[in-house]
């Protein structure tokens, strides 16, 4: 058996991403609870470690976003320090991973390898990091460092970034001690530091990375353990692990070496008739009529408040001009027109209204499971056993609540047919992924 | 807050020696003992864990103790850490609290490629990551988050300020700027109380306004209660006064002076001795400070004793308070609600509305 053929492990896993800040997170209903309450937080991680779920994903977004020139108001707004929250549920939760956004663009490597490391020994070898970068200066106003990057060089920060930490977590040289010197003299920072903490029970931190580029795929098949992908339709996933597959086996790492856990979303019930009612009620919820009427604003750049969110598409044109494409917002510019033609021509042919056209274009078609408990365990069965991805990263549309129904009635129905844990397999989050532990590099074993 | 002669103080235990593995044992022992704070040390050091981190964890599995790290100032992120301390204020159900920092490091400037910093321009940057740490705890009013389902608006976005800080002229650093508002809505007490050592604090130094309580150290006790009414005397009567204290108990059939060769020199005023010793010291510090920080030499060993002997024989004495039930960290330092300086509800007050 050659590593450089893929073998499917014939089990999916779950993750859960508490994302909060935008459509996706009904707040609209009489059982959504409190976003920023530790106890939400708490309620939802221990459902999903009943439910034997491999991690806890935190979002970030480092600058609210924006619309219209002001914070905008009708999506789910705030949301705790990733890193903080999760070292806090550490101590409420025994085995599921704690996964935590951060950026590589407003971070310092060092400091970011130090609190990582910590997350991963309060933890018990828990944590993980899904990598993430940002490029514009209009998020940089929050911080000291301004951070802007040019585009083309955010993968290459990210990457110099991603292999400063690595050296960092492998500078003790046993559990001990010493630690080893790290230099690090690049274009976008300077680290010059002894490593404090050892490694974890899982060596280090796990690495999440979500790029979906041909740059952004080549970043992860050589840097991260976990793809958390945007592939969850069955021959985009089957067609993804066979891109990352390839990709992962010409870095020079198994093709086993890269999961892959796509963003997804389940609305169940017992049956079929049942979930398609619960559909229609949460898409309801989710695209209202102002977020509707605000959906069209980014494009148009201007106010619509005038229109009916149950009538067509406004005939005025979009405010042609040059405005940043980082402020939250949506196209602008001289293809704006273009854009606002094609989507008058679609929603006329499909006679949808504006709120109908933007819950088709907001509404995740491909990542939504919908249908019977056991309907969606046959469908998820078909993934294992090819083995299209490695889990699912479920965005629940309801807090505190919104996994109940899947640890219950779906998470069973895996087990019965024998693609999804019945215990976790371990203490850490890398054993209980079937992750390897890695190797120390001789990059960081070479004195500096 | 005021001088206190008459009335019952607080305690504090620096839980630093306790690591992390011994963390939740450590801190469920210190409030059980009735400390009303336990404190996080975060210099860098083999070994130690992120100071915030650990008081996150100590968060949610305590009730009554207020979890208070130390944050450096000099060589972060202002934005960062006014998030994360936030952040520690929700999962600790209001008992956050901030020990600035702003130590001079060559280690940890060229960790993150920087100069060192050093002297005045030290006070420059706790002034100013503390001012920028208050702007955007204030950047949502307490009732920006609205969750009006007639409007659609889940937010009332006139209720959330940008904070455009700036650093002053004569800021020696890079100068930088922050635009908020605040990624998280305001933390549960408004203001997390913020807490520097005496010698940061002061004029052409972090502005005493600033802060809500100092940590006051002296080289011996028989100096501290001195030092404690000096500080009070030129600090007023609007700061809260806490001395610190490192604490070596016979133990386990050991003298302290035993002990003592294991513990290094902190700077700090130490008591070895007895646990009868050390509660008449603590009860007539008591009398003169707000509150008392005690740094075990042995977290674990001494704690034991203080629970045993020394904390309920204050209480009996009346020169230390019993633990607020549910209490916030400002409910300990006796702060009142605090207030924002962008409410738009004040102002509407104001002018009649």
Excluded: C
């Amino acid at each position: 058996m050659t590593r450089d053929i893929f073998q499917p492990s014939g089990q999916i896993q779950f993750g859960i991403f508490f994302q909060g800040v935008n459509s996706g997170t009904i707040w609209k209903a009489e059982e959504s609870g409190s976003q920023t309450d530790f106890e939400s937080f708490r309620h939802i991680v221990q459902s999903a470690e009943r439910g034997k779920f491999a991690a806890f994903f935190l979002g970030e977004g480092l600058r609210l976003r924006e619309h219209l020139g002001r914070p905008h108001a009708l999506d789910v707004v705030g949301r705790p320090d990733a890193q903080t929250m999760l070292a806090a549920l550490a101590a409420v939760t025994r085995n599921i991973g704690l996964v935590a956004t951060q950026n590589t663009t407003y971070n310092d490597p060092a400091d970011l390898a130090h609190r990582l490391s910590s997350l991963d020994l309060i933890s018990g070898g828990r944590a993980a990091w899904n990598v993430v970068t940002t490029d514009n200066a209009w998020t940089g106003a929050n911080f000291r460092r301004g951070g802007y990057l040019d585009h083309a060089d955010r993968y290459k920060h990210a990457e110099a970034f991603v292999e400063t930490a690595k050296r960092i977590w492998d500078s003790w040289e046993t559990a001990n001690g010493p630690a080893r010197h790290i230099r690090h003299e690049g274009q976008h920072y300077t680290v010059d530091v002894t490593p404090r903490l050892p490694r974890s029970a899982q060596y280090r931190p796990v690495l999440f990375q979500a790029g979906d580029s041909p740059e952004g795929r080549d970043f992860a098949a050589r840097q991260a353990d976990v793809i958390f992908s945007a592939h969850p339709k069955f021959d985009d996933a089957v067609e993804f692990r066979r891109d990352i597959v390839s990709r992962s086996v010409a870095a020079g790492r198994g093709a086993n070496a890269v999961q892959i856990m796509p963003a997804s979303e389940f609305i169940l019930a017992a049956t079929d008739q049942e979930a398609q009612e619960k559909k229609a009620w949460v898409r309801s919820l989710q695209i209202g009529p102002q977020q509707a009427i605000a959906y069209l604003e980014q494009f148009w750049g201007r106010e619509l408040s005038s229109y009916d969110p149950d009538g067509p598409l406004p005939e005025i044109d979009p405010v042609v001009e040059e405005t940043s494409e980082t402020r939250g917002s949506g196209f602008h510019g001289a293809k704006a027109r273009q854009l606002a033609d094609q989507w008058r021509a679609e929603a006329k042919d499909k006679g949808l209204s504006i709120r109908g056209f933007v819950t088709s274009k907001t509404a995740r078609i491909d990542s939504t499971f919908t249908g019977s408990y056991s309907a969606v365990a046959d469908h998820l069965a078909e993934y294992a056993r090819v083995g299209a991805v490695d889990g699912f990263n479920i965005s629940p549309w309801l807090i505190p609540t919104g996994l109940d129904d899947i640890v219950n009635h779906l998470v069973p129905e895996l087990q019965e047919r024998g693609v999804y844990p019945t215990e976790y397999r371990g203490t850490t989050l890398r054993e209980n992924l079937g992750l390897e532990t890695p190797v120390r590099s001789e990059e960081s074993v070479r004195v500096s | 807050m005021s001088s206190n002669n008459n009335q019952a103080g607080f305690l504090a235990i620096e839980l630093d020696g306790a690591g992390y593995a011994n963390l939740a044992g450590a801190v469920l022992a210190a409030e059980s003992a009735g400390f009303h704070v336990a404190t996080f040390k975060d210099a860098p050091a083999a070994g130690r864990v992120n100071a915030l981190q650990r008081a996150a964890f100590a968060g949610p599995i305590t009730r009554t103790i207020a979890v208070v790290p130390e944050v450096d100032t000099v060589y972060t992120e202002p934005s960062h850490i006014s998030t994360q301390l936030a952040s520690l204020d929700y999962v600790s159900g209001g008992r956050a609290g901030w020990i600035a920092t702003a130590a001079e490091s060559p280690e940890s400037a060229a960790a993150v490629g920087r100069t060192s910093v050093e002297g005045a321009a030290l006070a420059q940057e706790a002034a100013a990551s503390i001012e920028v740490g208050r702007r955007l705890w204030d950047s949502w009013e307490d009732d920006a988050v609205i969750r009006d389902v007639a409007t659609g608006r889940y937010i009332d976005v006139d209720k959330l300020h940008y904070v455009d800080f700036e650093t002053p002229a004569d800021f020696a650093g890079t100068p930088y700027s922050v635009k908020g508002p605040s990624i998280i809505p305001r933390p549960l007490q408004g203001q997390l109380p913020v807490l520097a050592a005496a010698s940061l604090v002061g004029e052409g130094l972090v502005p005493a306004d600033a802060v809500d309580a100092v940590l006051v150290s002296a080289p011996t006790a028989e100096l501290l209660a001195a030092e404690i009414r000096d500080v009070r005397t030129w600090l007023g009567a609007a700061v809260a006064v806490i001395a610190e204290l490192d604490v070596v108990l016979d133990s386990r059939g050991q003298d302290a002076g035993a002990r003592l060769v294991a513990s290094t020199d902190s700077g700090r005023a130490r008591f070895a001795g007895s646990a009868a010793g050390l509660t008449e010291l603590l009860d007539s510090l008591l009398r003169e400070a707000d509150g008392v920080r005690v740094h075990p030499a042995e977290v674990d060993v001494d704690l034991e004793e203080l629970a045993r002997l020394v904390l309920p024989e204050l209480r009996r004495r009346g020169s230390l308070r019993e633990p607020i039930q549910d209490g916030t960290f400002r409910d300990v330092l006796g702060l009142g609600p605090a207030q924002n300086r962008y409410s738009t509800s004040a102002a509407a007050v104001a002018a009649g509305k």
